[in-house]
């Protein structure tokens, strides 16, 4: 029932059904992620995995081979921006990527009982959550209801945004990406001894919404994200940002 091929001329369906090979290392977790992207990015996805072959194959068991733990803007949907399909990526989102208990059990039961191998802190531009915690700085206005956790959340890499001199808002939407991946690894001894083993590694990425490309902050250890990623089949030349 997995026959990709639909012989006798009816019209196959849109996405593709491609296999790819689950990466178990983290720079080549890494690699497959920025190649995907540079698809997205070119207009040329592939949409692997996506099929009602892969659906049923992956309904027993799922290996991820990344968690995104990324922003909930609507824009930064991480299988289109990444271009995979079911059961490749773990995502755990919260406005502003906000890392509370519930986001670091959710890493651990990845990394620890799937065996991802790459925890990614995605964030982006303009984000709404970082530019809202900016105002209630600004303003003294107290946030309302629990947007106030995500505030809270976000103070810290305000703080050390000022610390900084950094005051532009895509500066400090870096300062509080790797403010997450430091959180991650921070609260969690169980992901750090895991990096610390070499099974795994945190990377901290920012996404362009009008681009579309994703470009490596931060990365622990260091070297675990690299823009110098083999270029997979049919894959074009990086897009400028
Ligand atoms: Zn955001």
Request: proline residues 9%; glycine residues 12%.
């Amino acid at each position: 029932m997995s026959s990709p091929g639909t012989p006798g001329g009816q019209p196959g369906p849109q996405r593709t059904t491609d296999r790819v090979p689950v990466p178990v290392e983290p720079a080549q977790a890494y690699a497959e992620l920025a190649a995907g992207n540079r698809r997205f990015v070119s207009g040329a996805p592939r949409h692997p995995n996506q099929d009602a072959g892969h659906r049923a194959a992956v309904a027993d068991g799922q290996h991820p081979f990344a968690v995104i733990v990324g922003c909930s803007d609507s824009r930064l949907a991480a299988e289109i921006i990444f271009d995979r399909g079911l059961g490749d990526l773990f995502v755990v989102r919260t406005a502003g990527h906000t890392a509370g208990p519930e986001v670091l059990g959710s890493v651990e039961y990845a990394v620890t009982v799937l065996g991802t191998p790459l925890v990614v802190v995605l964030g982006h531009d303009s984000c709404g959550a970082v530019q809202a915690a900016r105002e209630v700085v600004t303003t003294g206005a107290p946030p309302v209801g629990h947007l106030g956790a995500v505030v809270d959340a976000v103070l810290p890499s305000l703080r050390r945004a000022e610390a900084e001199g950094v005051d532009d808002i895509d500066g400090i939407v870096d300062i509080h990406i790797a403010q997450t991946v430091e959180t991650l690894l921070g609260q969690s001894p169980v992901l750090a001894a895991a990096v610390a083993q070499g099974r795994c590694a945190v990377v901290g990425v920012s996404y362009r919404l009008a681009a579309g490309v994703v470009r490596p902050v931060t990365a622990v250890p260091t070297g675990a994200a690299t823009l110098d990623v083999p270029t997979g089949p049919g894959a074009p030349a990086p897009a400028a940002a």
